[in-house]
Structure formats: structure tokens, C-alpha cells
């Protein structure tokens, strides 16, 4: 069992960056573990924003998140980042951190992110 662990959210201005931290409860990330940041505003769906493979630290964004977005991997504090910058209010949402091993996709339970305008 995986269980992804987010760390980081909370209340943010508006033109401001946050960074949200994914890591796994009582264990690592190993080998080709794809880690992923999505997140579900009010009343939407929940959406990709980016992964990264953890072995090699390959990274895709969805290709609206690209530029205020930036995921990577800290390999030694075992964390997988995800910084935002330039906050806006529609970045308000619930993010969360999923891990696929061996073809099964674990999910945190995820972390509010509050954009105050």
C-alpha cells in the first residue's frame, strides 16, 4: 500500500507563490514510481496540472498549467514539489498527489490551496 501524504496549502494572496510538498507515508518513492499533482476547484472537475517519474525526474505539464507551475523532485528529503507562482483566484482548489506503482494510482487526500484576491 501507497499512501501519498500533501503538505503546504493554505491561505495566499493573490500574485504570490506557494509550494506544495507530496511524500509517502511510511515509505519512499522508488524506481518508476509517476508522481502527479491534480487538483478539483468548486464545482469542476479534478484536472492534471504536471507529473514527473521519479527515477529520472521526467516531467509533463498539461499544457495550461505551463509557466506559473513547476513540479520536481527532491531526491534526498524524498518529496515530490510542486511550486506556484503568480497565484490568481481560480487557483483556489483542493491539490492533490497521486502515485501510480505497478499500474495502480494511489491518492492523497489532498491540501486547499486559498487564493485571497
Known amino acids: 500500500q501507497v499512501q501519498p501524504v500533501e503538505s503546504g496549502g493554505g491561505l495566499v494572496q493573490a500574485g504570490g507563490s506557494l509550494t506544495l510538498s507530496c511524500s509517502v507515508s511510511g515509505g519512499t518513492f522508488v524506481g518508476d514510481d509517476m508522481v502527479a499533482w491534480y487538483r478539483q476547484a468548486p464545482g469542476k472537475e479534478r484536472e492534471v496540472i504536471a507529473t514527473i517519474t521519479w527515477d529520472d525526474g521526467s516531467r509533463h505539464y498539461k499544457d495550461t498549467m505551463r509557466g506559473r507551475f513547476t513540479i520536481y523532485r527532491n531526491y534526498h528529503e524524498n518529496r515530490a514539489i510542486l511550486n506556484m507562482n503568480c497565484v490568481k483566484f481560480a487557483d483556489t482548489a483542493i491539490y492533490y498527489c497521486?502515485?501510480?506503482?505497478?499500474?495502480?494510482?494511489?491518492w492523497g487526500q489532498g491540501t486547499q490551496v486559498t487564493v485571497n484576491t
Open positions: 497521486s502515485v501510480k506503482r505497478n499500474s495502480i494510482v494511489y
